[in-house]
């Protein structure tokens, strides 16, 4: 169950752009509007303390899953360098805090859910967005596109990229996400797309929680 849509704690959302995003080189300035303007309690199960939404750490949702730290959010999508023509896909989008983020800043967001309840508080938290699309997913299922997504943001840590997802990405379009390597490690990172290369940048080293089922080392996930 996750929490109803309340009124934004300024002084939360204050001391964490302030404390966490400005000093880790968030700049955006349509990014950190957004950030300022968004509560993160509907992305949160109910009952979760205040305080602990706007930490630098991942936030539990439940089972193996959590959402970014804010920090990492803003990051990644800062470096995935959105246009107002963007079409972004968030894959693993989770409750849809950074879906909801991006929506007013790109011509279109899809974001795609597998788990049940998180599924319902995506739908939920993306209703008043018309520009964005709610998709399931699931080993059996693959998602269809018209045209490949210029950008792609991984909202659950991974250890690979799989290959159909990779090629939802357009010709010199960006992917960007936490990936954990077999040390444990999580580093955010953000790919470019060159014919069928990647040139790959580090961004750096980010809290995360557990990697995606599906997103792990051996699976074959259909998106």
């Given amino acids: 169950m996750f929490a109803a849509a309340s009124t934004p704690d300024a002084l939360y959302l204050e001391a964490m752009i302030d404390g966490q995003l400005r000093p880790n080189g ?19 199960p109910a009952g979760t303390d205040p305080a602990l939404l706007h930490l630098d750490q991942p936030l539990p949702l439940g089972g ?6 804010p920090r990492t959010s803003a990051r990644l999508i800062q470096a995935l360098e959105l246009t107002p023509r963007s079409r972004v896909l968030v894959a693993a989008a989770g409750p849809g805090y950074e879906a909801a983020l991006l929506a007013p800043l790109v011509a279109h967001v899809t974001a795609c859910e597998a788990d049940a309840s998180l599924l319902l508080a995506l739908r939920t938290n993306l209703v008043d967005y018309a520009n964005a699309d709610v998709l399931p997913f699931g080993p059996a299922q693959r998602l269809a596109s018209s045209e490949p997504f210029t950008h792609v943001l991984l909202a659950a840590p991974f250890a690979v990229v799989p290959p159909v997802l990779s090629a939802l990405v357009a010709d010199g379009g960006k992917l960007a996400g936490v990936q954990v390597n077999e040390a444990g490690l999580p580093t955010a990172l953000v790919r470019t797309k060159h014919g069928k290369s990647w040139v790959e940048e580090t961004l750096f080293e980010s809290p995360a929680g557990a990697v995606h089922p599906a997103l792990a080392a051996g699976e074959h996930f259909v998106f």
């Fill in 26 to 44: 968030v700049t955006n300035t349509a990014l950190l509007a957004r950030v300022a303007a968004l509560p993160r309690q509907p992305f949160a």
């Fill in 64 to 69: 193996s899953r959590s959402l970014l730290p």
